[in-house]
């Protein structure tokens, strides 16, 4: 554990590259068309000689030139300088020209070169009344009369009176107006396509709850590609379209709600897809975890939690990150080692995004969490589209294979012996009681009508079920002079079945139990478990030797192939022995709505 700890906590500490601040940081446009300006120097107050180029500022503070200033210790309002030296050794092409592009510089500020004031974003004051706020995302253009080789000073005044501290978002950048409006436009658009796609996914994993199985799951993974979807879009809001800066940490807040659903969801999608032990528990250990480490950053910004602390949830939450990923790669490859379907796609998509997730921390490698999460749902399909063919398939088989016994069912309950009994008894009972000749008939017809009706639909109330049982216990009764009743308890009515599973039941009982008896009584009980519904079927019969082994006749074989078309994989049917009789139960999990 101490080794896996050392691990994660260099996968969060970031790449800096350090620079001296007391010398001029060489800029080569042609080389580096794009540059990250970083280390500065920084004094709080205010004075209009800290523009002029030839202020000597070597007794200020080095700074990486980001940051919360009340992170820093101090105050999270007022007004503060930055100035970083360049030097531009060669002229530029007589068809460029320079920009400076700034993230986010909360509230106002002015950006000098050399002295010359060159962008006001809203206007820097001394106090909340006269201070205005600006825009995020500004591109400003340096004139090229202030662009000639040799040394140049960049100075930032920013002032903060309306938001909770004030922040500059690195890196400040300097290059080619063309290179930089470029790489926005590749970024910005990057930006929306990834959330489209992300969109896209989230929409093929909420169809595939309205297709056949229990896929319940795929619910978190729907949701987490929507999450990441609005993360990605919220994220790019802030940092590359132009939105006034008040509305900064209100909008970074409303993302700490995709974020907490991304951190939970994709372990918790791994861990109940694969049916992995204790999924119960991480979960919920994932999900408070989640939850503390969102919410108790904003708790800064009230003043409930000192500012010290923000380091140190920053650097958890990055810690968090890979936990939750190894969590959910740990899982796929308990999946593998179990030979669960799906295993070897979700842990190489996984460990793919777990690289795309490091370069995004440790070397700035934009949107590289998102393109590895790209990857990982391409494996995710893959893997789904297989099953789902395979499933396909299988429903497919086991169409035919309900086809097929649903003829056989038929047959044998209008197969000529069947027939010609009914006939015979009717032709004796018409000898000696046409009045019971007439109901035999008429309950004959009745149950022939029934069989052929029902026989042919997906699912049946248990109302008709029941209705066909005791016209064919009357058909029973008066062919064999015997008496045969069927009794319910806890019917509603509106409970729903596959046809002539409870009738070819009955039939078993009869077929089998009732030799030598002048009497027989069924009771079907029905209980109902919130959305699952527990039939069960009990006769008073003396069931035979040879059936009491375990034995499997084409009546069963309906029953149970007519449930897995209705309720694929969310039935079970057990057949015993008990106190005097036999007893069946089925349950059927998601029946009830």
Known sequence: ??????????????????????????????????????????????????????????????????????????????????????????????????????????????IFWDGTLISRNGIPAHSRDKEQTGKSGQIVIVPRTLTAPGKHVIALRVSNYHTFSGLVEAPLQLGYFYKIHKHLFRVQGLSIFLAGI??????????????????????????????????ILIRGLLRYFQIDVIYYYPLAAINDIPWFLMMVLLPIFFLFEFNSPFKKRVSVYIGISTLLLTLFPRL?????????????????????????????????????????????????????????????????????????????????????????????????????RSARLEIELLKKHIQPHFLLNSLNSIVAWLEEDPPTAAKLV???????????????????????????????LRVMSLRHEKKYTLSVRGFKGDEQLPPLVIHTLVENGLTHGYKGKDSGSFILTCIHHKKDLEITLFNDSVVEKEYSIEKEGTGIRYVKTRLEEAFPS??????????????????????LT
Not at 368 to 390: D, E, P, R, Y
Not at 571 to 589: D, H, M, N
């Open 442 to 472: 008429n309950a004959f017809a009745d149950e022939l009508r029934m069989l052929l009706e029902f026989s042919k639909k997906k699912l049946l109330l248990l109302s008709d079920e029941i209705l066909l049982c005791k016209t064919h």
């Open 570 to 591: 969310a039935w079970s049917l057990e057949s015993r022995p008990v106190s005097k009789g036999w007893e069946v139960t089925i349950l059927l999990q998601g029946a």
């Open 198 to 231: 992300f969109i896209l996914a989230a929409l093929f994993h909420f169809a595939i709850l309205s297709g056949r199985g229990n896929r319940w799951p795929y619910a978190l993974f729907g949701t987490f590609c929507l999450s990441c979807a609005f993360y």
């Open 1 to 110: 554990m101490r080794k896996l700890a050392l691990i994660l906590l260099f996968l969060t500490v970031p790449i800096d590259a350090q620079i001296d601040n007391n010398t001029p940081e060489y800029i080569f446009p042609d080389e580096t068309p794009v540059k990250n300006l970083l280390n500065w120097k920084v004094a709080f107050g205010d004075s209009s000689h800290w523009r002029e180029s030839n202020y000597n500022d070597s007794s200020w503070q080095d700074h990486p030139g980001l940051g919360l200033w009340r992170n820093e210790g101090e105050s999270g309002k007022g007004v503060r300088w930055y100035r970083k030296t360049i030097f531009l050794p060669h002229s530029l092409d007589s068809f460029t020209v320079l920009a400076l592009y700034q993230v986010a510089i909360v509230s106002a500020n002015e």
């Open 300 to 400: 800064i910004t009230y003043n409930i939690i000192p500012i010290k602390w923000l380091n140190l949830f920053d650097r958890a939450n990055q810690f968090h990150i890979y936990f939750t990923l190894l969590v959910s790669i740990a899982v796929s490859m308990w999946a593998l080692y179990n030979k669960k379907k799906g295993g070897l796609g979700a842990c190489i998509g996984l460990i793919i995004f777990l690289i795309g997730v490091y370069f995004s921390n440790r070397a700035n490698v934009e949107n590289g969490w998102a393109i590895g999460f790209v990857i990982l749902n391409i494996f995710l399909t893959i893997s789904l589209s297989k099953q789902m063919a395979q499933k396909n398939r299988l429903h497919q088989e086991a169409q035919l």
